[in-house]
């Protein structure tokens, strides 16, 4: 149980510094062009930061508390990608039911980090809610770049999941999509916390 709760907590911590160095870079870079966005930009920033630091210690957050906080992640990027990067979200119902923190920022930083994007192809990403899962789209525009994918966050949200529970995430491609499938869980399914 010391071991598996170990893994957990390492998994989740390569959440942090990548998201942290990503925003300052960002930030960096807008504080020269729009001072009044930079200060905007900071503030949605300490939000969103808050958020990853709230959720640190927890396994499963609410899907509600999920979605506001990706709410916040996306205003940052749309401040880099502007008309490049569209989200959609079609989930009608989320009371009750709860997912691993920072996963849908995953995933969306995923397909941000593995297509290009212009005003005129804009890399569109969808969330919507089927059954018991969640299911994140985009369609690909692969970037040029021969760097191959590591495939650690895709790695790392697999095996958060089955630290958790027995259901699966689904991963598809073909050439025009990209999709993930992952599993929402109810309160009852819910395991109990490994003691420390």
């Known amino acids: 149980k010391d071991f598996t709760q170990f893994r957990l907590q390492a998994l989740k911590n390569q959440v942090n510094p990548h998201f942290l160095f990503n925003s300052l870079s960002v930030l960096s870079s807008l504080v020269h062009r729009d001072a009044a966005l930079a200060e905007q930009f900071v503030v949605r920033l300490s939000q969103a930061y808050t958020y990853i630091l709230n959720q640190k210690e927890a396994g499963l957050v609410s899907l509600e508390e999920e979605l506001r906080f990706l709410k916040s992640y996306f205003f940052l990027l749309k401040i880099r990608f502007e008309n ?7 989930i009608a119902d989320t009371g009750g039911v709860m997912v691993p923190p920072l996963i849908l920022q995953l995933l969306l930083e995923n397909a941000v980090k593995h297509n290009k994007m212009s005003a005129q192809q804009p890399l569109k990403v969808s969330i919507r809610r089927r059954g018991d899962t969640l299911v994140v789209e985009n369609n690909v525009s692969r970037r040029d770049a021969k760097a191959e994918s ?3 966050g895709l790695e790392n949200i697999r095996k958060r999941y089955a630290m958790i529970t027995n259901k699966e995430v689904q991963i598809s491609e073909n050439e025009d999509r990209f999709s993930v499938v992952i599993p929402i869980l109810s309160a009852a399914e819910i395991p109990e916390p490994i003691p420390s």
Do not use: F, S, W
Request: overall charge negative; hydrophobic content about 30%.
């Open 150 to 152: 590591t495939g650690l």
């Open 84 to 90: 490049k990067l569209q989200l959609e979200t079609d």
